[in-house]
């Protein structure tokens, strides 16, 4: 019943920037946290930034001062904004939905 797609993603040189963009269905998106998770091919899926129902927002340290997450909760959707992208980005984004519900993800490729 609950639907997450991701949509944003592609290869960017470093330095550029993306937004990605989660649109939600199905579900009361507005009462409940949502979050970007990364994970690139070897490593662990990595927390990258968090957005309360009331607005507050946290980040991992190695995303501060150049990610942004924000939602539009009249559209049913999170935006993480990235700029200044590193190599190191480089990995499948996904959003989640209340600690629960997952999308597909969009692959981010940063890379000259």
């Known amino acids: 019943q609950v639907q997450l797609v991701e949509s944003g993603g592609g290869l960017v040189q470093p330095g550029g920037s993306l937004r990605l963009s989660c649109v939600a269905s199905?579900?009361?998106?507005?009462?409940?946290?949502m979050a970007w998770y990364r994970q690139a091919p070897g490593k662990q899926r990595e927390l990258v930034a968090v957005i309360g129902s009331n607005g507050t927002t946290r980040y991992a340290d190695s995303v501060k001062g150049r990610f942004t997450i924000s939602r539009d909760n009249t559209k049913n959707t999170v935006y993480l904004q990235m700029n200044s992208l590193k190599p190191e980005d480089t990995a499948v984004y996904r959003c989640e939905l209340g600690f629960t519900y997952w999308g597909q993800g969009t692959q981010v490729t940063v890379s000259s």
């Open positions: 199905g579900s009361r998106f507005s009462v409940y946290a």
